[in-house]
């Protein structure tokens, strides 16, 4: 709107993003049971298509409203997505190996995001919307690994004392 500070867009944006975000966690936690392997994969294989599809909506909005809603279902897919995670990671792992690979999951992260970053910077000068696109198939491998993971017999690790 004309003569809005964009502050008030911005502020707008976090506010709605962050009370959506909460609606759809609390949802998540009420309504799924991390304990079984099979209901994390699944709800990490959902957020993760969510979150695609609402990347690539985000860069196809045709008007600011869509986009706007797009950018609200990506932030509430990455809200559930980043527990829902841990909690599998938390299944998947040895207690005595747990801290150092949840260590190595961020380290990871941050690679990823140095090494594919300039690479998507050379493509957003041409085009923003392709860009976020082209970043939205780097979580597409991802999905497969929940395909894998969720057709897997899965034992949780006991503790030896």
């Known amino acids: 709107l004309p003569g809005v500070n964009p502050l ?21 936690r009420r309504s799924l049971d991390l304990q079984q392997h099979r209901v994390a994969v699944r709800a990490l294989f959902l957020a ?19 986009g706007v809603a797009a950018y609200w279902v990506v ?8 527990p829902v995670q841990r909690a599998w990671l938390n299944q998947s792992l040895e ?13 990871a992260n941050a690679l990823g995001q140095i090494v594919s970053g300039p690479g998507l910077g050379l493509v957003a000068r041409s085009s923003i919307p392709a860009a976020l696109v082209v970043s939205e198939l780097l979580l597409l491998p991802a999905l497969a690994v929940y395909i894998r ?4 017999v899965f034992k949780v690790p006991v503790a030896v004392d």
């Open 75 to 82: 932030r509430s897919a990455d809200r559930v997505w980043q």
């Open 149 to 152: 993971e969720s057709r897997r």
């Open 8 to 28: 008030y867009w911005f502020a707008f944006l976090t506010v709605g993003s962050i009370v959506i975000g909460l609606g759809v966690t609390e949802w998540a």
């Open 48 to 66: 993760s298509t969510i979150l695609a599809a609402a990347i690539v909506a985000f860069a196809l909005a045709p008007t600011f409203p869509a």
């Open 95 to 107: 207690p005595a190996t747990r801290a150092t690979l949840f260590s190595l999951d961020g380290q």
